[in-house]
């Protein structure tokens, strides 16, 4: 045996992390929305061997203290990632003991030396960020916001941007008009900015347990039956005007673990994801 070969054999390699890609038949797009032809990505489903994620990841979430961002924060952790958050207010109210091992940052996505510091040595962000209220302040939190932490983080050489949005409402856009197109130009700058390593979630009403100081509000109990009977009622969501109301509701776990891979998983697929999307990627993981 030559020695090229005898140190190989006992050189000890050992492969990482392990990727198995699921080739989607056709080119299916994620969302199942009927006869759209708008979306700017079309992308494949893959399916990823749940491995352990190496400790050098470091996750920025922002908006962590909220109800969503809260529950990405938690599973983040679960996985072995740094977790970091960053909000207006800073440090969580949460009482949770899992909250104690998430930097709480404080800054404002609207002031930008207020906040910048925050994406050092961060490899992958995600945004929870949004809000209601006036057309023109929903705009600004919901796009303009959003679209300062895109180009600061592309232009710190992270690696992945996970954003949630949200579902067509139908009427809904028209009465939150705000709302829907700070979502849509925040998708556009991250699709431009990121277009190998962005993710953008459309999820409906998002259920689960809302913690309210030391309060629990189980919002499960009208979510989950609603997500069962509407998960196999696709048909209903193809009514014009009416139908995108009958989007099922989608547990705020399942976001929490779609959103982390994708966060994560190099070879998670870039572009949007819709409700039926974000089902399916989660019954994946729970194999």
């Known amino acids: ?29 994620l969302s199942t929305e009927p006869n759209k032809v708008d979306e700017p990505f079309k992308v494949e489903e893959a399916e990823t061997v749940d491995v352990p994620t190496p400790p050098s990841e470091k996750l920025l979430v922002l908006g962590g203290n909220g109800f969503v961002g809260s529950h990405i924060c938690r599973e983040a952790l679960n996985r072995g990632l740094t977790v970091a958050s960053l909000s207006r207010s800073g440090r969580s109210s949460l009482h949770d003991s899992w909250a104690k091992n998430v930097a709480w940052l404080q800054g404002n996505l609207l002031s930008s030396n207020s906040w910048k510091e925050a994406l050092n040595g961060v490899t992958s962000v995600i945004s929870c960020v949004g809000g209601f209220g006036s057309n023109s302040y929903m705009y600004k939190i919901n796009g303009t916001a959003n679209i300062n932490a895109i180009r600061a983080a592309a232009e710190k050489g992270v690696k992945r941007f996970v954003y949630i949005s949200a579902a067509d409402f139908g009427l809904a856009n028209y009465l939150l008009q705000g709302y829907y197109e700070g979502k849509r130009a925040a998708e556009t700058e991250l ?3 990121f277009p190998y390593g962005g993710v953008i979630l459309r999820p409906g009403f998002i259920y689960g347990t809302r913690s309210v100081g030391r309060m629990k509000l189980p919002l499960g109990v009208v979510g989950s039956p609603l997500e069962m009977v509407l998960q196999y009622a696709k048909t209903l969501n193809q009514l014009p005007v009416v139908g995108p109301m009958f989007t099922p509701p989608i547990n705020v776990t399942a976001v929490a673990k779609v959103v982390v891979r994708a966060a994560t998983d190099p070879v998670f697929p870039p572009g949007n994801i819709d409700v039926y999307g974000i089902q399916r990627f989660s019954q994946q993981m729970s194999r």
Do not use: E
């Not at 005898?6 to 492969?15: F, V």
């Open 1 to 29: 045996m030559s020695p090229m070969a005898s140190r190989l054999i006992h050189s000890g390699l050992s492969l990482s992390r392990l990727y198995v890609i699921g080739g989607s038949k056709n080119g299916r797009f």
């Open 191 to 193: 699709l431009t900015k």
